[in-house]
Antibody
Framework: EVQLVESGGGLVQPGGSLRLSCATSGFSFSDYHMDWVRQAPGKGLEWIGRVRDKADSYTTEYAASVQGRFTISRDDSKNSLYLQMNSLKTEDTAVYYC???????WGQGTLVTVSS | DIQMTQSPSAMSASVGDRVTITCRASQDISNNLAWLQQKPGKVHKRLIYDASNLESGVPSRFSGSGSGTEFTLTISSLQPEDFATYYCLQHKTFPRTFGQGTKVEIK
């Protein structure tokens, strides 16, 4: 059974940092490009970034809204995906989903609230 | 960036109804479009890939069509388990972009 489990969400002040993790199992993690997608309260889905697999040199892509503030990384030895979020803004408040959109594997999401 | 305009944003329908949801891309994306289903408490599920291909295990009442800039998701006979929010997603270019979503509610 495929599982993606996000962790690390919580309440953080504007300007603060947070690191999300996504532990995966049940599929060959190292073979897949991995994505982060978020959903603000009552809003639609927003793709925020991708890290490719080793064959594509772990290169990354980001949405303009997070470029320069967020960093996506992965550890294939741990079947895990990470999202380092710096300089957080109130508009970053959302449920953050770990996913392989290519493989159609999704986590349940973790809530990040940016508020003073 | 490619903008995806999805309509309607919400709709009320009855079990057995035929439902059609439309997505329009701001530029030609060929067939690089997927349709996803979001239900509370469930992980997202891709229903259609490459505009018209049904994912394995997805009921045949779901179908997708279109190419270029105009795409359609059709549910031929709405079932109780289909009440959900549906999103289109273009994967032609980065950044990936979603439609605004269509919430299908019970009439």
């Amino acid at each position: 059974e495929v599982q993606l489990v996000e962790s690390g969400g919580g309440l953080v002040q504007p300007g603060g940092s947070l690191r999300l993790s996504c532990a995966t199992s049940g599929f060959s993690f190292s073979d897949y490009h991995m994505d982060w997608v978020r959903q603000a309260p009552g809003k639609g889905l927003e793709w925020i970034g991708r890290v490719r697999d080793k064959a594509d040199s772990y290169t990354t892509e980001y949405a303009a809204s997070v470029q320069g503030r967020f960093t996506i990384s992965r550890d294939d030895s741990k079947n895990s995906l990470y999202l380092q979020m710096n300089s957080l803004k109130t508009e970053d408040t959302a449920v953050y989903y770990c996913a392989s959109m290519i493989g159609d594997y999704w986590g349940q999401g973790t809530l990040v609230t940016v508020s003073s | 960036d490619i903008q995806m305009t999805q309509s309607p944003s919400a709709m009320s329908a009855s079990v057995g109804d035929r439902v059609t949801i439309t997505c329009r891309a701001s530029q030609d994306i060929s067939n690089n479009l997927a349709w996803l289903q979001q239900k509370p408490g469930k992980v997202h599920k891709r229903l259609i890939y490459d505009a018209s291909n049904l994912e394995s295990g997805v009921p045949s009442r779901f179908s997708g069509s279109g190419s270029g800039t105009e795409f359609t998701l059709t549910i031929s006979s709405l079932q109780p388990e289909d009440f959900a929010t549906y999103y289109c997603l273009q994967h032609k270019t980065f950044p990936r972009t979603f439609g605004q979503g269509t919430k299908v509610e019970i009439k």
